[in-house]
């Protein structure tokens, strides 16, 4: 299977081609989906290329641009049968942070989030545990990797490919997201995967890592960022 990353605006979009077809993870923000585009058509993708968009998980900045990306290739939009549900809660959308200054982030979110109208997550399909993407033409299964946020979805691949969402981040060094909203369930999440043992996992925000940095997940602070120290 052929990755090919777009990173748009902070948040990585995956593109998986398969022998019969192409998933797309993660359309990335409100205003990404230009960039999506031009990232697709650089790498010879055509519309019609693409059989199915995916959202990780039911925060802004990984499904806002999907009504845009859907309209340019007419693919549908797939999640967790809970993602959308869990996207019309602006609550949801900062779980409680693991720092100081990602608490004070959160705080100042939902002081100032009612000013601003943001869409839910529309999905035309729903996908759970164990869900098989052959269909889509791309060999690969989801995991549920609760965590983060309740509904979140991983990819994993024969191959031994791993996309995780936010189930970790790799600015630095592979850690913990800021924002957790279930530790325990976090904690079993990373077991699974890890168990699965990957040949590369893939993140939402950073860059991709070897399996083996999954035997040390670092505590959020140590993606040395102003905001998470």
Excluded at 140 to 146: E, F, G, S, W
């Amino acid at each position: 299977m052929h990755v090919q990353r777009i990173a748009v605006h902070g948040t990585n979009c995956y593109l998986l081609q398969g022998q019969d077809g192409m998933v797309l993870l993660d359309p990335g923000p409100p205003g990404g989906a230009p960039a999506v585009v031009d990232g697709a058509r650089e790498a010879g993708v055509q519309p019609g290329d693409i059989r199915l968009i995916l959202v990780s998980h039911g925060h802004l900045d990984h499904y806002g641009a999907a009504a845009e990306v859907k309209a340019w290739c007419e693919a549908p939009v797939a999640a967790h049968r809970g993602a959308p549900a869990f996207s019309q809660d602006r609550r949801n959308a900062l779980p409680p942070a693991q720092t100081v200054r990602g608490s004070i982030v959160r705080w100042l979110y939902l002081v100032l989030s009612p000013l601003v109208h943001f869409a839910p997550l529309e999905a035309d399909i729903s996908l759970d545990d164990g869900a098989d993407l052959s269909p889509y033409g791309v060999d690969a299964h989801l995991v549920a990797v609760p965590g983060h946020s309740p509904e979140s979805l991983a990819i994993v691949t024969p191959g031994g490919e791993a996309f995780v969402g936010d189930l970790f981040v790799n600015y630095t060094v592979p850690s913990q997201p800021i924002y957790l909203s279930d530790r325990q369930a976090w904690q079993r999440s990373y077991e699974r995967i890890r168990a699965l043992a990957p040949r590369t996992v893939y993140v939402g925000h950073g860059e991709p890592f070897p399996g083996e940095g999954l035997e040390t997940i670092h505590p959020a602070r140590y993606q040395l960022h102003w905001w998470v120290r």
